[in-house]
């Protein structure tokens, strides 16, 4: 179940159709020449760079790639974002992504009025899902942003696999229908995406682990939501980063954020991205970046 790596690469898909899942999500199937080529990780959070069109109707400016990485020189960082790959059909070449639609925001905007014809460009998809080997149970914790990700990872577990997911979502109209397998149990919850408190560390704290067995827990959110279910899982309970993972799906107020980021002195950015070079835990080093974060008010 670990992480497989591919080749950098960059294609250019068209909306194929599209699909109203509920009131706050989008589903859009892109396909066509463009994507030739394009191959899926196998991992159940893989995600991938979309690089939308500077005007709607026309194509994408894509980025190159530079030994193996993407080139970002050459493009606009604003037409970029970040999202789950929830299904890949290999006979077809079809990649499907699901969009949380909202107010504002470079994707949502476009996701809102995306129809057959529309392009945008997408990279070499990577995933995070990394669960040791043997594993017997699993949890897995996510807010909207996340369901994609988490959706596919339910439906992808193995039959034996004890499987516990618990999904927030504003309220019940926004239930989606999953395929779980018979060892997978799925909670809705109601709360967070930015239209009230998130539960997820509650949750994550109310979770009763099975005596025994090989275990693996993955939460997904709001990324500051997420910095209490770090110091949980790693302080309180004392696991090794191999047992869990935690991953921001996005920030609330993500533009003042980056805002006064980009405000701080280059010394300061300079120390934060120095604690990711240390060889401790990984566990421990991404508590220590939220701390220094936190000290800094962001």
Known sequence: MSETTLPMRVWTGSVVRTEELTPGMRRIVFGGEGLRG??????????????????????????????????YDSI???????????????????????????????AAEWAKGAEPG????????????????????????????????????????????????????PGPAHHLDLTAGPGAEVTWIYGGNGHGPSRLEQVVRSLKRPVGGV????????????????KYL?????????????????????????????????????ELMAIWESDADLGDIEIRYDEQLARLGL
Not at 56 to 70: D, F, I, Q
Not at 88 to 100: L, Q, R, S
Not at 215 to 230: Q, S
Request: aromatic share 10%; hydrophobic share 35%.
């Open 76 to 106: 606009d960082l604003a037409t970029m974002r970040t999202y789950t790959v929830r299904g890949f059909e290999p006979a077809t070449g079809e990649v499907t992504i699901d969009f949380v639609i909202h107010d504002g925001g470079v």
């Open 215 to 230: 275990g693996y827990i993955w939460v997904a959110g709001e990324t500051r939501e997420l910095r209490g279910v770090r």
């Open 234 to 270: 790693r302080r309180e309970l004392g696991l090794p980063s191999t047992a869990y993972k935690t991953v921001g799906y996005w920030t609330d107020g993500a533009e003042r954020w980056r805002n006064r980021y980009e405000a701080l002195d280059d010394a300061t950015k300079t």
């Open 118 to 169: 529309d392009l945008v460009g997408l990279n070499t998809p990577n995933g995070m899902y990394d669960a040791p080997g043997g594993l017997e149970w699993q949890f897995l914790v996510a807010d909207c942003a996340a369901i994609p990700a988490a959706a596919r990872l339910i439906e992808g577990a193995p039959g034996g696999l004890r499987t516990r997911a618990i999904l927030e979502v």
């Open 38 to 71: 394009y191959a899926s990780t196998g991992v159940g959070d893989e995600y991938l760079r979309l690089i939308f069109p500077e005007r709607r109707k026309s194509a994408p400016r894509l980025p190159t790639v530079t030994n193996g990485c993407l080139d």
